[in-house]
Structure formats: C-alpha cells, structure tokens
C-alpha cells in the first residue's frame, strides 16, 4: 500500500537553527510531492510542491525541499528557523495517474523556541 | 473571501445523533475532498468527488454519506454518531488541471460526547 513516513515526530529547535525534516514514500511509481505545513487552529497550507524538473524546490518562507529518487525520499530543510516556523508539518504525495488523492504522512511537529 | 468554507467550525453532540458539515469553495476546482484528522494529527482520505461524482470512496463507515449538490460544494452527513467519530475534518478542493495540490478549509471540529 502507498505510505508516507515521516521519521521525526517531534522537533524542538532554538531560533536560528537549521532544520531538516525526513519523509520518504512508498511508492514504485512517478509521484507528485508536496509538503503541508499547519499552524496551530489553523488549516493546512501548502509550502512547496514538486511535479518534475530541477528536484530541488523552493517554497515559501524560505523552506526547500530535495527530491531524491533513489531514495524515495523529499526531505524539507531551512537553514535558520523563526519562532514564527512553529507549527505541525506534512508530507504527502500523489501518484500521477488518474484522479489525484494525497496520501500524508503523519507529521511532524516543530517547536521552535526564542 | 474564503477560498473553501466549512460549516460549523465547531459541533459537540451525543453519541446515538445525526449532524452535517457543509462545504464550499469559490475557486472553480471540479474536484472536492473530506479529510478526516485523528487526535494524533494523522491526515486521512474519507471522499473526493469529480464533477458531482463519487471517485474516491476510502473504507469508510457507511453511517457517511458524502453529497455534492453541484461541484463547489459537497457536504457530509454522519448518521447515529460513535465516540471514535470525534477529530477534525476537513474540507478541501482542486483542479484535475492542478495535479494533486489541494486547498483546504479551516476544519470543522467534531466531539461526540
């Protein structure tokens, strides 16, 4: 079955810090991949997304995201958190055939402390 | 202007009840979605539909019956409510143009008691 792992459940940085977040799919073939980031009470938002081409992308707020196929991974990196980056944060993909459905990891919540 | 709408933001009932969610979205997508979010904050497909169509139809209990009137809007109906009901859904659309990128609603939070 399609899956999406996100290896850290819980992150604790200090501001200015470097992040990195894991996520690696299950999945044999081409995949459209996003990450989702939700502030508290919030709803999801998407921060980047990748379709094809250069495999590192850049989202908003200064989140990057590398997609290695090899790996079957698309891990989503920042080199310096705010306080403001506090937040929980998705994987996902979708198969890039027929009609689309995400398929999302379980998270991974980040809190950044001042 | 809200891009996807959800109503109510906010529903606390007794188990044994029926309630509804609504939803809606102004962006013109043809594809429309219900999420459902675990207290663990796992993320999981209930429904989608294409143009008014049922495509995505997960192992879903059938006290849920999803129900879109036109394609901005697909609203979902739980029958005789469970405690495990209990999480956040969400509401979300897209455009088949647009593969895979999904608008969500703010959720509506749902507590059986």
């Known amino acids: 079955a399609q899956s999406v792992s996100q290896h850290n459940h819980h992150v604790i940085l200090s501001e200015a810090a470097s992040l990195e977040l894991g996520c690696n799919y299950s999945?044999?073939?081409?995949?459209?991949l996003f990450w989702y980031v939700q502030y508290p009470g919030q709803h999801l938002q998407l921060l980047l997304k990748?379709?094809?081409?250069?495999?590192l992308v850049k989202g908003i707020k200064g989140f990057e995201a590398e997609f290695i196929k090899s790996k079957f991974s698309f891990n989503l990196r920042k080199p310096s958190v705010q306080w403001s980056d506090t937040a929980e944060y998705f994987c996902?993909?979708?198969?890039?055939?027929?009609?689309?459905?995400?398929?999302f990891g379980t998270g991974t919540r980040l809190l950044v402390s001042p | 202007d809200t891009a996807v709408s959800q109503t109510p933001k906010y529903l606390v009932t007794q188990m044994g009840n029926d309630k509804s969610i609504k939803c809606e979205q102004n962006l013109g997508h043809d594809t429309m979605y219900w999420y459902k979010q675990d207290s663990k904050k796992f993320l999981k497909i209930m429904f989608s539909?294409?143009?008014?169509?049922?495509?995505i139809n997960e192992t879903v209990p059938n006290r849920f019956s999803p129900k879109s009137p036109d394609k901005a809007h697909l609203n979902l109906h739980i029958n005789s409510l469970e405690l495990g009901d209990s999480a956040v859904y969400f509401c979300a659309s897209s455009s088949t143009s647009k593969t895979g990128e999904l608008f969500f609603g703010e959720g509506s939070r749902l507590t059986v008691l």
């Open positions: 996902a993909f979708s198969m890039n055939t027929g009609f689309q459905k995400l398929v």
């Open positions: 990748y379709f094809s081409g250069d495999p």
């Open positions: 999945y044999g073939g081409t995949v459209n």
């Open positions: 539909y294409n143009n008014k169509e049922l495509i």
